[in-house]
């Protein structure tokens, strides 16, 4: 009894505490960034979207970079930053939080956007939302934009707090600035920000506000098993180039947080060539050719053959196959799985058929599992869009023309859907 009165009390405290640093999160700083007007939106949507564009819009949008309060990936008060684009004059149909994919590049965060230039995700988030009458959010995540600190990738739970508390700071800019947005919260994202957007879904179950309520979901192409078909994924050899350099890459830039934040070593996990190469590579100020492009010179100088074995450090990749929780790589997909749970609000999971890079097994894995749970058809499909000339890399737009689809008429507006 003693125990059971322990453990609820402690569960108490730590609710109030939650409620209480939740409620006291605020807006620190908004800059205006710029705006795009009707036709660059209509021009930009016709470009990225193609036979998947969202209907044309006759408003302009607005941009803010926000800098909101948060928590680091240890947990710690931090100060992130992200975009709010929303559509001038106000934004009936609510808030839409995007959670972007991967970059390792901080000036392709969405907060850099000023309304010109290139950022093909962040175009396709304003474009396909903000032109229908939603404000669009886009957290930078934990170190990224003007956080400085590693990200924490692949980390869905630990990366969807940035979501969690950019909310209510687009909200307070919109009342700083008597500017309306709808009740309605929506949730998405693409790859990397897929499983985010899945983790934000969930963990905005445990919220009581109002403001925090999610009136529904539509993650797509994200890694929810990040223990099981995503750690499988990052084993494969293909033997071909791209595929070992996009592995090398994607497991890199998770080493690169556990080697800042945890006080790992690149020769943990790498060979000594590769290991040396990425230090350097991350020190600086990366970008995602650089460290592409780096990863293939340097393995090809090692001889390495396209082969996992002849870069990875034997222990790591046994580690890996054994799927061993002892090792802190291995360990922390598995604490960031999030594919386990019952969404108690509409979710459609959204896939890319034929998705060489996430692929569509993480979304069967999540709604087979919600489905064992017992969540009900009603309240959760699968979108698999079909199409051959779609990839990883170019069904974003498609993904989120779904999505939009979805929010504006529910599962009834994607009939394909079930």
Request: some cysteine; hydrophobic content about 40%.
């Amino acid at each position: 009894m003693t125990t059971y009165l322990q453990r609820s009390i402690s569960a108490l405290l730590f609710a109030l505490l939650l409620v209480s640093f939740t409620s006291a999160q605020q807006l620190v700083s908004h800059d205006a960034n710029g705006s795009m007007s009707a036709a660059a939106l209509n021009e930009r949507m016709a470009k990225v979207y193609g036979k998947y564009a969202v209907p044309e819009t006759a408003t302009a949008v607005e941009l803010y970079k926000v800098t909101y309060r948060s928590l680091d990936a240890n947990g710690k008060p931090a100060e992130l930053t992200g975009l709010v684009a929303w559509p001038a004059g106000g934004a009936p149909k609510g808030l839409v939080v995007y959670c972007h994919g991967t970059t390792v590049d901080r000036d392709r965060s969405p907060s850099r956007f000023k309304g010109e230039g290139e950022a093909p995700e962040t175009i396709e988030a304003i474009t396909g939302f903000a032109t229908g009458g939603y404000a669009v959010v886009l957290p930078d995540y934990i170190g990224l934009g003007d956080h400085k600190a590693a990200h924490p990738y692949p980390l869905n739970k630990v990366n969807a707090r940035s979501g969690v508390d950019i909310i209510p700071a687009a909200r307070e800019l919109a009342r700083q600035k008597n500017y309306k947005i709808g009740s309605s919260l929506f949730i998405t994202g693409y790859s990397e920000g897929g499983g985010v957007a899945m983790a934000l879904t969930q963990a905005l179950q445990a919220f009581t506000g109002p403001e925090y309520a999610v009136t529904a979901s539509a993650p797509a192409a994200g890694p929810y098993d990040l223990s099981g078909t995503t750690r499988k994924f990052m084993l494969e050899d293909t033997g071909e180039q791209v595929g070992f350099i996009l592995r090398v890459y994607l497991t890199s830039y998770a080493v690169n947080f556990l080697v800042k934040e945890k006080k790992l070593r690149w020769r943990d996990f790498y060979k000594p060539t590769l290991a040396n190469a990425l230090a350097v590579n991350y020190n600086l100020s990366p970008t995602d050719d650089g460290v592409i492009r780096n990863i293939g010179v340097t393995t090809a100088l090692m001889r390495s053959k396209n082969r996992l074995a002849n870069v990875l450090q034997p222990g790591f990749l046994r580690a890996m196959q054994r799927n061993d929780r002892r090792n802190a790589f291995v360990r922390m997909l598995h604490e960031n799985d999030v594919y386990d749970w019952s969404p108690r609000v509409p979710m459609m999971l959204i896939a890319i058929d034929g998705d060489t890079v996430v692929s569509q097994v993480n979304t069967d894995v999540a709604y087979n599992a919600m489905r064992r749970r017992g969540v009900p058809a009603e309240r959760l499909r699968r979108m698999i869009i079909k199409d051959t000339e779609l990839n990883h890399l170019n069904g974003i737009a498609p993904a989120m023309s779904k999505a939009r689809a979805f929010f504006d008429g529910g599962f009834a507006a994607v009939p394909a859907a079930q």
